[in-house]
């Protein structure tokens, strides 16, 4: 392909990491006062308009009618899950720090591999077998010290783990619908016509005027998540276009780590705003055994390969 540059790929792969590591954390401190619906209309309108606008800069405003019915239902499923993925994915973060919303979330792309075993018939190979089995033991690490308060009470931790779940499953059926509908479109055509339908939908439950509500650091805050929504999609789109997709999979599994970092230093600058990664030494152990068996199942076959 005459777009692929390596270098320029595996950059832009480690910006889409650094922007969905930090978005968490800006989330948090903005649904202090605005409503999880309404931040997310907020980051929908903005991507829309700006998304909008550059593809028809470039000519290449997508046309619906080409969809049909198959394409039409597949449309409104991909706008359904990934609106629904980020409402709960906010709306975990009312419960829990970033790191652990982050870490959890991990769990969309391997249920993603699993599915698409079962919908489309691919192939499980035995590296992404491993990679699964190290991720399961890795969230069981990450959680050491809360493992019975997950399973035998349910408070609001307990809740914002089962909210964060729910965000990785309904993202399954946006990644599914996405698959099916990229033989009508390209990417970015696909992403406008669910940003624009996402923020419709979120439109009669979205109370802008909540922006009143937020002092400087809020709406800087708010502004971030704006933006990330773009420069990230934008960012991973463009690395697929010019990277093998396995290895821009492999970089973006590095996000939750970023996550813990950025809290870790938000915390020693600003400690009146952000609270530590609360985590023991098994945490942070957990936590980089998940990230490792996530990147295991994008690039374990060549691992293997070489191996061999």
């Known amino acids: 392909?005459?777009?692929?540059?390596?270098?320029?790929?595996?950059?832009l792969a480690l910006v889409t990491a650094l922007f969905w590591g930090a978005l968490p954390i800006a989330m948090k401190q903005a649904v202090?006062?605005?409503?999880?619906?309404?931040?997310?209309?907020?980051?929908?309108?903005?991507?829309?308009?700006?998304?909008?606008?550059?593809l028809y800069w470039r000519k290449q405003l997508p046309v619906p009618k080409a969809l049909g019915v198959a394409g039409g239902i597949?449309?409104?499923?991909?706008?359904?899950?990934l609106a629904g993925n980020f409402v709960l994915f906010n709306s975990a973060l009312e419960y829990l720090n970033p790191p652990v919303v982050q870490v959890i979330i991990q769990l969309a792309p391997v249920i993603l591999l699993l599915s698409s075993v079962w919908v489309f018939?691919?192939?499980?190979?035995?590296?992404?077998?491993?990679?699964?089995?190290?991720?399961?033991?890795?969230?069981l690490l990450f959680f050491n010290?809360?493992?019975?308060e997950l399973f035998t009470s349910f408070t609001g931790y307990t809740r914002g783990v089962m909210l964060a779940v729910l965000a990785a499953l309904v993202w399954v059926i946006y990644g599914l619908a996405q698959k099916l509908m990229l033989k009508y479109f390209s990417s970015p055509q696909i992403l406008l016509m669910i940003y624009v339908i996402c923020?419709?939908?979120?439109?009669?439950?979205?109370?802008?005027?909540?922006?009143?509500?937020?002092?400087q650091r809020q709406l800087g805050m708010l502004a971030f998540c704006c933006i990330?929504?773009?420069?990230?999609?934008?960012?991973?789109?463009?690395?697929?276009?010019?990277?093998?997709?396995?290895?821009?999979s492999a970089v973006i599994t590095l996000a939750p780590l970023f996550t813990i970092l950025f809290?870790?230093?938000?915390?020693?600058?600003?400690?009146?705003?952000?609270?530590?990664?609360?985590?023991?030494?098994?945490?942070?152990?957990?936590?980089?055994?998940?990230?490792?068996?996530?990147?295991?199942?994008?690039?374990?076959?060549k691992l293997i390969g070489q191996h061999k």
Not at 121 to 139: A, D, F, N, P, S
Not at 228 to 235: D, H, M, P
Request: a negative charge; glycine letters at 10%; one cysteine or more.
């Open 263 to 301: 809290v870790d230093l938000a915390s020693l600058i600003w400690p009146e705003f952000f609270a530590a990664a609360a985590l023991n030494v098994l945490g942070y152990v957990g936590a980089v055994v998940v990230v490792s068996g996530a990147m295991f199942c994008a690039i374990g076959h």
């Open 121 to 139: 018939k691919e192939k499980l190979g035995r590296h992404q077998i491993i990679g699964v089995t190290c991720l399961l033991l890795g969230l």
């Open 32 to 54: 202090e006062v605005m409503a999880p619906f309404t931040i997310v209309w907020y980051r929908f309108v903005t991507a829309s308009l700006g998304l909008g606008l550059w």
């Open 74 to 81: 597949s449309l409104i499923l991909a706008s359904i899950g």
């Open 228 to 248: 990330n929504t773009l420069v990230g999609y934008g960012a991973f789109a463009e690395a697929m276009a010019r990277w093998q997709a396995s290895q821009v």
């Open 199 to 215: 923020a419709l939908m979120l439109t009669p439950v979205a109370s802008p005027e909540q922006i009143l509500l937020m002092d």
């Open 1 to 11: 392909m005459p777009n692929q540059n390596p270098t320029t790929g595996m950059l």
């Open 145 to 148: 010290e809360r493992l019975v």
